[in-house]
Structures are given as C-alpha cells and as structure tokens.
C-alpha cells in the first residue's frame, strides 16, 4: 500500500476511536448512575478505545511528520499526550476541571485528525474559533453550571444556531448529505435537551452529534479550502 494511503487509513481508524471515545466518555459522565450492568462494559469500551487510538495516533504522527507535514503531526501528538496524562492522573473519578479537559481535548484532537485525513491545512481560522468557543460554551454547561437557564446557554444556543446554518450551507455546497444532516441534528438534539428537562437519550445525541459534526466540518471545510 502507498505511504500516503496507508497514512489516510490509519487516520481514518485513529478518528473513528476517538469519536467512540468522546461519545462513551459522555454516557459515563451524563449517566453513570443509570447505565446499571452495562457500564462496566462502556468502561471497557473507553479504555480499549482510547489504547488503541494512542497507537494508530503515534503512528500516523510518525508518517505524517516524514511527509512534510509536521505542524500538524506535532500538534496530534501534544494533544494525544495531554489527554493520555490527563486521564491516567485523574482516574476513572476525574473531577469537573479533568472532565471539561477531556471533552475539549477529545473534539480538538477529532478536529486535528479529520484535518491529516483531509491531507490539508485549514483555511478560515476565524470559523474554527468560534467553533472553539461554542465548544467551550457547551462544556461550561455540561460540566460546570448549576442552573440550565443561564445567559451562556441564551448565548450557546445563538452561536449554535448560527453555526449550523453556515455548516449546513458548506454541506449543501458540498453535496454532503450527511453533514446537513448533522448541522440540522446537533442543535436539535441540544433544543430537545433544554426543553425537555435534559432527558439522558437527547444529551448523549447531543454529544455524539457534535463530535461527529466537527471532524465532518473539518474534513469538508479542508476540502473545499
């Protein structure tokens, strides 16, 4: 197999783990009381997951920083490196400044992957920052805030509203069908969540959506840039 496809491969693999990791990291953080029997088994999921990706991950690193793009590589590994600290020095108790960690670092580290899967750099830094911020707007609510209804969810929903659209608008010019369906899916999912009283099934959804829409939007947005 050629070095690059096989690089595009591993990528590929690396980003699917991840995104296995993200979505079982936020059953475990939104329902570990409820998952019963089943969350020894998500445990197990997330450990096996995130190894496995440490691997694929250094070794596309490895092949990417001999195909000349080493900004790129050194990034994934740093991020790779945080988040493996960060979870051997928290455990499987981490407290909320470790959880927010987690999650952030998980969905830039997606982003970064989709990018290599991409084989280019990206292009309008100003999107990918408000990306960022609504990130961590979402991670601020999810973790750390003791009301729902609070000026930065007001704020976190226009953004995302927002965000959707022009992600949507890229999907449909593009002709990507499902990152549409993503833009239309994520705020949806997080609508249903505030308004129903942040019922588990919206609010796992919700998260899996978004991680899924990032490293869509990353990987489409590279392409077209």
């Known amino acids: 197999m050629h070095a690059r496809s096989l690089e595009r491969v591993l990528a590929a693999a690396s980003l699917l783990l991840v995104l296995v990791v993200i979505i079982a990291s936020a059953a475990i953080r939104l329902a570990s009381q409820d998952l019963g029997s089943w969350l020894p088994v998500v445990r197990a999921t997330h450990r096996f997951s995130a190894s496995l990706a440490t691997l694929l991950i250094l070794a596309v690193a490895i092949m990417a920083w001999r195909g000349e793009r080493r900004a790129l590589a050194a990034a ?34 997606a982003g970064l992957l989709a990018w290599l899967l991409a084989a280019k750099e990206p292009a309008q830094k100003r999107l990918w920052a408000l990306l960022a911020l ?33 992600l949507g608008w890229l999907a449909l010019k593009q002709g990507r069908l499902l990152m549409l369906l993503l833009a239309i899916a994520v705020p949806a999912s997080g609508a249903a969540a505030a308004l129903f009283g942040l019922p588990l099934g919206a609010m796992i959804a919700h998260a899996a959506a978004v991680a899924v829409l990032v490293s869509g939007a990353a990987y489409a947005h590279t392409r077209l840039a």
């Open 134 to 166: 609504q990130a961590c707007l979402g991670a601020w609510i999810a973790i750390f805030a003791d009301a729902l209804w609070t000026p930065v969810l007001a704020l976190h929903a226009l953004l995302g509203i927002g965000l959707a659209a022009l």
């Open 76 to 109: 994934i590994v740093l991020v790779t490196a945080f988040l493996s600290v960060l979870g051997a020095a928290t455990g499987i108790g981490p407290p909320p400044w470790a959880q927010a960690g987690n999650l952030l670092g998980g969905l830039f580290l």
